[in-house]
Structures are given as structure tokens and as C-alpha cells.
């Protein structure tokens, strides 16, 4: 059975940072990509970042790629986020989900293929 559990979350003031972890079992980080998203309240789905399963290239989403660094220990099967220079509008319940082994599917929108997931860790950017 797959479990995801994240952490790190918190509230941090306008341009601080954070480093949010997802660690796994019932899988190994190195065998499945690893994605990162985020869903504020009344919005949809954000997607993050992706780590590939091979390799551990990591895509991300243009609004953070700038900010936002994803990475992998393998040996602690823990997938990482970190977040600098953070804004209210990165407000919102972050989550890493597991998908096929190369991060082809969330590059092309298709984030349904990365369908277990953890509960999610809440972010709140605020003064």
C-alpha cells in the first residue's frame, strides 16, 4: 500500500521561504515520477513541479520555476519542495502524487495520471 505523507507547511510572512517534504512507502521515489501540486480554495489544481523517475530531471510550472526547487533523497524515499521568495498568491494546500515513471503525462496536463496522492500539507503566505 502507497502512502504519502507531506510536511513543512505553515504560515510565513510575504517573501520568506519554506521546504516542504513528501515522504513515501509502499514505493520508491526512483521507480515513479513525483509530482508536486497545489489547490487554493476555489481554484483548480495547480501543478508544481515533476520529478522524473530515471533521472530525476524536474520539470516546473512557469509561474515558480524562478522560486521553487524540487529535489529527491532516494535513500530517505522523500521527495523535497523548496519555496523562496513566497507570495500571497502561493497560499494554498501543497501535495505530492506519484504517476508513471517520466513526467510526460504532466507535461502534457495530464495530472488524473497521478492519481495517489498524499493529503497535503497547507501553505499560507501572509503578513
Known amino acids: 500500500q502507497w502512502h504519502f505523507v507531506e510536511s513543512g507547511g505553515g504560515l510565513v510572512q510575504p517573501g520568506g521561504s519554506l521546504k516542504l517534504s513528501c515522504t513515501t512507502s509502499g514505493f520508491t521515489v526512483d521507480s515513479y515520477a513525483i509530482a508536486w501540486f497545489r489547490q487554493a480554495p476555489g481554484k483548480e489544481r495547480e501543478a508544481i513541479s515533476c520529478?522524473?523517475?530515471?533521472?530525476?530531471?524536474?520539470l516546473y510550472e512557469n509561474s515558480v520555476r524562478l522560486r521553487f526547487t524540487a529535489s529527491r533523497d532516494v535513500a530517505k524515499n522523500t521527495v523535497y519542495l523548496q519555496m523562496n521568495s513566497l507570495t500571497p498568491e502561493d497560499t494554498a494546500v501543497y501535495y505530492c502524487?506519484?504517476?508513471?515513471?517520466?513526467?510526460?503525462?504532466?507535461?502534457?496536463?495530464?495530472?488524473?495520471?497521478?492519481?495517489?496522492r498524499g493529503q497535503g500539507t497547507q501553505v499560507t503566505v501572509s503578513s
Open positions: 520529478i522524473s523517475s530515471n533521472d530525476g530531471n524536474t
Open positions: 502524487a506519484a504517476g508513471g515513471p517520466y513526467c510526460s503525462d504532466w507535461l502534457i496536463g495530464r495530472y488524473n495520471a497521478f492519481d495517489r
